[in-house]
């Protein structure tokens, strides 16, 4: 039988789980695609497809049943990578405020202790 995407949504909505997982395997290679094609990296690209299509079960009330359902999907997850990639960018600009601080203490206290093996050096050498 082959259900069009708004029978599918129908039956969703009727509490019917397997007509989900039945959309979720006809558009998930085009989720996917987008998502990788977004991101370039196939780990993120799986966590945000899933985070797409748990988006998609959750509004899934708001979508027009007169209008294509795969431009829908194609938008969601546009707008999940865009905040995966915006919350990236929030963790590696805080990760690379603190990083210098330490790499600077560290490298003082190398310095540190090299000038204290130096004078413990000269201190041993024979006058």
Not at 9 to 29: I, P, W
């Amino acid at each position: 039988m082959n259900e069009t995407n708004a029978l599918l949504v129908q039956r969703y909505k009727e509490n019917d789980e397997t007509a989900f997982a039945r959309l979720v395997g006809r558009h998930h290679s085009l989720v996917f695609r987008v998502c990788l094609k977004f991101l370039g990296h196939r780990q993120d690209a799986e966590d945000v497809t899933q985070e797409t299509f748990s988006r998609v079960a959750r509004y899934l009330h708001r979508w027009d049943s007169r209008r294509p359902l795969e431009p829908w999907l194609i938008a969601i997850a546009g707008n999940r990578c865009k905040t995966f990639l915006a919350q990236r960018r929030v963790h590696r600009s805080l990760s690379q405020a603190v990083e210098p601080v330490t790499d600077e203490l560290l490298a003082h206290r190398d310095a540190e202790l090299l000038r204290e093996e130096l004078r413990l050096a000269l201190a041993n050498l024979p006058t």
